[in-house]
């Protein structure tokens, strides 16, 4: 006789939603239109499936520990080739205690979010970056969260609260999300908890499970579409086409002080994309190929992505960048991987004055060989 359970009666719960997901999520209903696109979102939900799992189903905010968001083999929600990224469950219940360093990075910041571990993508309800905490000489810092208000180095944790994000990017020559020695060491207490937690039992891991159910469904069933209308003003759907960076405003999971620009990229098989610019004065900035669900191209192994000091400037200062789907011998090349259809990503932070919108133009890759 089968012994029923609520961590059963979630775990069958889990057990349906991945076969929703794979009826309408990896499907024509998502404009999925060949065998590589129905592998890659089935590639995507296991890389979501992964990370849902390791961020959200053993978890507990008065006991809460970093984990690394992305690496190069778990891709979702924007990866990114030059950063490292952490998350811990917090509540507003509690105040806690971050210990950190920068490690070589360029710019760090911090953010809450709001209700992420509901069936949706979460708010951006506090943020703070290096310029507002005091780091010593070997790069280690302290934050403070909820609790008595501070002049520096806080921030308070309003209704809802219920997750933090680190940032840690990074400008040189290789990725720095393929080197373990950039990984920054990270660590958070809670210091207004007791010091032991109950043992595991039937609800608590029926509530895990269920919080993985919410992280895959807000990042599959749940994601608007491109042609809904219902991205932010930092994105459009006209390909090969960019619109003026701006600052994300709430959106969840971004940094607010970044500006995003994003667009498709659409190519034929003899078609090239140039796209000229100039990179502005800023704390950071690059530029990725991610696929349409929001996972970067291999970076390991190609170049999908580039930085300020991979980029080959023009004397007066501007750059040409070419995506194409082979190598066309010329600099600043961004490999499509052969892929179409694709997304190109912009970030800049910090950034002083009006950021310039990259300028394209759709070319024969013949031409440029030539």
Not at 12 to 37: F, G, K, M, P, Y
Not at 38 to 43: E, L, P, T, Y
Not at 155 to 181: M, N
Request: net charge negative.
């Amino acid at each position: 006789m089968t012994i029923e359970t609520q961590s059963r009666v979630a775990l069958r719960e889990l057990i349906a939603l991945l076969q929703e997901v794979d009826e309408h999520w990896c499907t024509e209903e998502r404009n999925l239109a060949s065998v590589q696109d129905v592998a890659g979102s089935h590639r995507a939900l296991m890389h979501i499936l992964e990370a849902a799992l390791v961020g959200y189903f053993d978890k507990d905010a008065q006991m809460p520990d970093f984990r690394r968001i992305v690496t190069p083999s778990r891709k979702l929600t924007g990866d990114n080739p030059d950063a490292i990224y952490f998350d811990a469950p917090v509540a507003p219940d509690y105040s806690y205690r971050v210990d950190g360093q920068m490690n070589g990075a360029i710019y760090f910041s911090m953010t809450i979010e709001k209700n992420a571990d509901g069936d949706r993508i979460a708010e951006t309800c506090g943020a703070i970056n290096d310029t507002q905490i005091d780091i010593d000489a070997d790069g280690r810092f302290s934050i403070f969260l909820g609790g008595e208000t501070q002049s520096r180095n806080w921030l308070a944790l309003p209704e809802g609260a219920s997750r933090i994000t680190t940032r840690h990017y990074f400008e040189q020559a290789a990725p720095a999300a393929t080197d373990p020695e950039l990984e920054p060491r990270m660590a958070i207490s809670c210091t207004s908890a007791a010091a032991s937690l109950p043992p595991a039992d039937d609800v608590s891991i029926a509530d895990g499970i269920r919080r993985v159910c919410n992280v895959v469904r807000s990042r599959t069933l749940n994601m608007p579409l491109l042609s809904s209308g219902e991205m932010p003003n930092f994105m459009s759907i006209t390909p090969n086409c960019f619109p003026q960076p701006q600052l994300p405003g709430e959106h969840g999971l971004a940094a607010a002080d970044a500006h995003y620009s994003m667009a498709p990229f659409l190519l034929g098989p003899d078609e090239a994309l140039v796209i000229t610019g100039r990179w502005p004065d800023c704390r950071f900035a690059n530029v990725c190929l991610w696929n349409r669900f929001q996972q970067t191209f291999d970076y390991r192994s190609r170049s999908v992505a580039l930085n300020r000091a991979q980029t080959e400037l023009n004397e007066d200062g501007s750059f040409r960048m070419v995506l194409a789907h082979t190598d066309p011998g010329v600099s600043n090349w961004l490999d499509t991987e052969g892929n179409a259809f694709g997304l190109v990503f912009w970030r800049f932070f910090l950034a002083e004055g009006e950021v310039e919108t990259p300028q394209t133009e759709v070319v024969k890759q013949a031409d440029l060989e030539r």
